[in-house]
């Protein structure tokens, strides 16, 4: 998924220590949205699914971050959840793993910290940031080396499918994406199916 499709919901009663946070998640792309309190998160969960929740652990209202992510658990058992807390202690980190939560950081946390830790706690629900660019780039150095073990020249392989050695070329180096139909026609002229093509991209 691209950051840009993963919503991100920050709970955090303090305005400054919520800005940043936010501005740290927002520079890569993610979707973020701000709850002050834990009832003002139930109520915004209630309405958007949110594919990560960080959350201080200690809140404004009747419950902490630790029971807001146990009520919030029952209903939404696929989101990540990572508590963020100026006071860490052995028996509340006890707790938020057996609450499941993904991760358990100490305030203040670096830009790099909490970056990888929203990386790590996404890819534990199977979900992996890879960009277009990164995407391409794997499909077209498994194209290369499937065209190279053939003993094709780029020519050879543009004729085959009906594009020109250009396309071909393009889609190699990652410039270009291949739509589903070259790659399948590409795909043809290596005779296999499209999965076997694409295996391990």
Known sequence: MK????????????????AKTTEVLSTQGYQVDVARSSDDALSK??????????????????????DMVRQFRDTHRHTCAIVLTSDPSLASAVQAI???????????VQDDSLLE?????????GIYLTSEAT?????????RQLRREMGLTTQQLANRV????????????????????TLYKIAQAFEMSLGEMLQGV
Not at 3 to 15: M, N, R, Y
Not at 45 to 66: D, K, R
Not at 117 to 125: A, P, Q
């Open 3 to 18: 950051p840009q499709q993963i919503k991100i919901l920050v709970v955090d009663p303090e305005a400054a220590s919520a």
């Open 45 to 66: 969960t209630a309405a958007t699914i949110y594919h990560l929740i960080i959350t201080e652990m200690n809140l404004n209202g009747p419950m902490g971050g630790l």
């Open 98 to 108: 057996q609450l499941g939560v993904c991760d358990y950081l100490s305030k203040p």
């Open 117 to 125: 830790s929203v990386n790590r706690s996404l890819s534990r629900r």
């Open 135 to 143: 995407i391409n780039k794997s499909i077209g150095a498994r194209l």
């Open 162 to 181: 009906g594009v020109t050695q250009s396309q071909i070329s393009q889609v190699e180096t990652g410039r270009s994406a291949a739509s589903v139909v």
